[in-house]
């Protein structure tokens, strides 16, 4: 049974949005402020993760235009580097840090749902780790059902998102002063551009699942246009958002007290409108972290189930509802790990790792890929074309290089074991299953 076409434009552009924002800005808005000590060149940051994600974009849009398939990247590497050869190990390393990372992903949005919640109802940590479990059986059960239901939920979280970021920007332009968001850079000579590179992994951080339509390729309507227009689209509106957002707040809230606040949009609105508003704008807050692993977790089921469709990953995960026609096997697993996850790591635990471990078998890789299929293929074969070919593809793979420098020597060093291990299990199962490269072919 295959998968069936019917997310529209609209849809997918609410996915990715949706998967862009979740706890993310409202959690990294104090850590970038932290690191880089004042609000202009905090808010420097939040334009180099925009820049970075209007270039990695680019090559998202040729690979997902061009091979609109479960799985994303998965597909992506696997077709540019030769299916039969060097593509199923670039494919198997991509699923094999998959299955690890992707449920810590989920983990981080759930964690972070629970330390909001606390500004509610004060918690202690056990009691975190429950709400952060229940968060995702929740969204399990939202996603137990067929693509185009979920493409009608997608639209209706992605107004809710949408609407509590315009009630922050208005809040904060309305009622502060902008001074204090765009006065004088005043960086510190020869640290400003080190700590720029580690204030842009949390921002890459919140601008991370432009791209999660591209894991849904093979459900998309009319994918050649669709795929690369809500990529664009979605990036565009969430930079507006998140530079808004970021002029509002320190509009209203000094860059020392936001740095300090583990809650700082509810502080910065019972600072407006008074504690009653901060507690409905939190709430707003957790359903668009709700809203946020609801796309993730969408997004993210479709790779194994891609892979083990090829014969690259165990069978079991290949296996569709027999009603709703959705890797049903692969959501309950991730879900699973998420579970366990929630219950057993801290949020700092499971974000700290996740860009690192994918800067490598992922962004990079395919941005590689994307250059090998051209050179293989012509350009004039790809549905759709960046502008200025190659210099997107060079300043993504330049940023992300950058992005891997900046971060901390253990996250460096499993971002690099990650891959060297993959290698080497991948080499064995090869082996087992007298495939490429002990094909006997």
Not at 313 to 340: C, D, M, Q, R
């Amino acid at each position: 049974m295959a998968l069936k076409r019917e997310l529209s434009s609209v849809q997918a552009t609410a996915l990715n949005m949706i998967d862009m924002v979740g706890i993310g800005p409202f959690i990294t808005t104090s850590i970038v402020a932290l690191t880089m000590g004042s609000a202009p060149l905090a808010i420097l940051a939040w334009i180099c993760g925009a820049a970075l994600s209007f270039a990695d974009a680019c090559i998202w849009s040729e690979l997902g235009a061009k091979m609109p398939e479960a799985g994303g990247t998965y597909a992506f590497v696997r077709e540019a580097y030769g299916r039969n050869t060097w593509g199923r190990l670039m494919a198997f390393l991509f699923v094999w840090q998959t299955v690890f990372q992707a449920p810590l992903v989920v983990t981080s949005g759930a964690l972070g749902f629970a330390k909001y919640f606390s500004f509610l109802d004060i918690t202690d940590a056990a009691y975190e780790r429950f709400v952060a479990a229940l968060v995702v059986i929740v969204i399990t059960f939202l996603l137990y059902r067929k693509i185009g239901d979920i493409g009608k939920i997608s639209v209706v979280l992605w107004s809710t998102v949408i609407l509590t970021l315009i009630w922050i920007i208005v809040g904060g332009l309305y009622s502060g002063t902008w001074h204090l968001a765009l006065g004088s850079l005043n960086p510190s000579p020869g640290t400003w551009h080190l700590a720029l590179g580690t204030a842009s992994i949390s921002t890459m951080y919140s601008y991370l699942g432009y791209y999660n339509i591209c894991h849904l390729g093979a459900e998309v309507k009319n994918p050649q246009r669709v795929i690369p227009r809500s990529m664009i689209i979605s990036i565009a509106g969430i930079t507006v958002l998140y530079l808004l957002m970021q002029v509002s707040i320190f509009s209203v809230l000094p860059a020392d007290s936001v740095a300090a606040s583990n809650f700082v949009i509810s502080e910065f609105m019972t600072a407006i409108y008074g504690s009653t508003a901060a507690q409905v704008a939190t709430g707003l807050i957790l359903i668009v972290a709700l809203s946020s692993l609801f796309s993730v977790m969408l997004g993210y089921t479709r790779i194994p189930y891609a892979a083990a469709k090829d014969g690259l990953f165990f069978k079991v995960f290949s296996h569709e509802h027999p009603k709703h026609s959705f890797p049903h096997i692969s959501l309950l697993v991730l879900a699973g790990l998420g579970v366990l996850f929630s219950l057993t790591m801290s949020i700092e635990d499971t974000i700290k790792s996740i860009i690192a471990m994918r800067v490598f078998t992922q962004f990079i890789s395919q941005a590689v890929g994307l250059v090998i299929l051209r050179r293989r293929i012509g350009s004039a074969h790809m549905p759709w074309r960046m502008w200025l070919y190659p210099i997107p593809v060079v300043l993504a793979v330049a940023g992300w290089i950058w992005i891997f420098a900046s971060a901390k020597p253990l996250q460096q060093q499993l971002g690099l074991l990650a891959p060297v291990v993959g290698v080497c299990v991948f080499l064995v199962i090869s082996y087992r299953r007298k495939t490429w490269p002990f094909s006997l072919h």
